[in-house]
């Protein structure tokens, strides 16, 4: 070290002076690199969360419209053959669709989903109103009930199918969604 001074004419104090102003922009390029890789990182789980978030509303919101219309569905072809038992084993099926389907916090649907999805909640709705009039009735009107029911069907299958549409492929589409909000 000591010919190394003489030969660029640094005493040994300003070499170490060189060292260490070094080492500290070297401490410096480490620092902002580890707090570059720490932010990426952690955009990186975000957005991950927020995509899990979002596929997992994509299943609440598909699983509750199709279970509404197949819970519907099952309750026409129930009135079809006049079996009261089978029509109150659906009205039960109904009221737990509608109690699953408030496990979906309306705030995190996309806009084109929500007024289909609660579009779905309101005949679900209509559809208990008519359970509890039908189940008190003697004899029970099942021609009546039935017609009712076709009727929500028809609407409920509309608004199942621009929920289905709305959230596509829930893992493909999903995430793309996501992502775009993200770079929004």
């Known amino acids: 070290m000591h010919n190394l001074c003489f030969m660029s004419n640094l005493s040994s104090e300003e070499w170490a002076a060189w060292v260490q102003a070094i080492g500290s922009i070297a401490a410096i390029f480490a620092a902002i690199w580890i707090a570059s890789r720490q932010h990426r990182n952690a955009v990186t789980r975000e ?49 737990e669709v509608i109690e699953f389907s408030r496990a979906v916090n309306v705030a995190e649907i996309p806009g084109n989903a929500l007024w289909p999805f609660m579009l779905l909640r309101v005949i679900a709705a209509q559809s208990r109103n008519y359970a509890d009039s039908f189940l008190e009735a003697a004899p029970p009107p099942f021609g009546y009930l039935q017609q009712r029911i076709e009727k929500l069907l028809i609407e409920a299958g509309k608004a199942n199918h621009e929920v289905v549409a709305a959230f596509g492929d829930e893992i493909g589409s999903t995430v793309l969604k996501v992502n775009e909000q993200a770079r929004v």
């Not at 969360?49 to 099952?74: G, I, M, P, W």
């Open 47 to 95: 957005r991950g969360r927020q995509v899990a978030q979002a596929k997992q509303v994509a299943r609440l919101c598909t699983l509750f419209s199709t279970q509404l219309f197949e819970c519907l569905a099952e309750t026409v072809d129930a009135c079809e053959i006049n079996n009261r038992d089978l029509v109150g084993h659906q009205f039960s099926r109904l009221q």
